[in-house]
C-alpha cells in the first residue's frame, strides 16, 4: 500500500488549503483515514479521522476549521483547511488502516506535506 500526499505550501493566516491523500496497491478494504501533523520539536499529533462508516473525529484546536473527507471508492481521503493559523505550521501526514493481499490488516503513512502559515 503506497500514500501519496499533496497540497500543502505556505500561506498566510486566514487563508485555506486542501490536502488531498491517495492510497494504492492491492487494497481490499480501508477502515481509518487520517490526517496527523508534526510541528517542530513536537509530537505527531492526530488532526482529523473519518471512519468507514463516514464518523469523523477532530482536534479540539482546528474543530469548525478543518473538515475531513473521504472517497470510498477511490481510496481517497482530504483535509479541507480554513481559517488557518500559524500554530498550524507542521508536516502533514496521511494515515490509513487497511486490508491488502501483502501486509493484511496495518498501519500505513504517506511521506508527508508541509504547511507553512505565516502571520
Known amino acids: 500500500v503506497q500514500l501519496q500526499a499533496s497540497g500543502g505550501g505556505l500561506v498566510q493566516a486566514g487563508e485555506s488549503l486542501k490536502l488531498s491523500c491517495g492510497a494504492s496497491?492491492?487494497?481490499?478494504?480501508?477502515?481509518?483515514m487520517d490526517w496527523y501533523r508534526q510541528a517542530p520539536g513536537k509530537q505527531r499529533e492526530l488532526v482529523a479521522g473519518?471512519?468507514?462508516?463516514?464518523?469523523?473525529n477532530y482536534d479540539d484546536a482546528v474543530k469548525g476549521r478543518f473538515t475531513i473527507a473521504r472517497d470510498s471508492d477511490k481510496n481517497t481521503v482530504c483535509l479541507q483547511m480554513n481559517n488557518l493559523k500559524p500554530e498550524d505550521t507542521a508536516v502533514y501526514y496521511c494515515?490509513?488502516?487497511?486490508?491488502?493481499?501483502?501486509?493484511?490488516?496495518?498501519?500505513?503513512w504517506g511521506r508527508g506535506t508541509l504547511v507553512t502559515v505565516s502571520s
Open positions: 494515515h490509513v488502516f487497511a486490508f491488502s493481499a501483502n501486509t493484511r490488516w496495518a498501519h500505513h
Open positions: 496497491g492491492s487494497i481490499a478494504r480501508v477502515e481509518d
Open positions: 473519518i471512519g468507514s462508516t463516514g464518523k469523523t
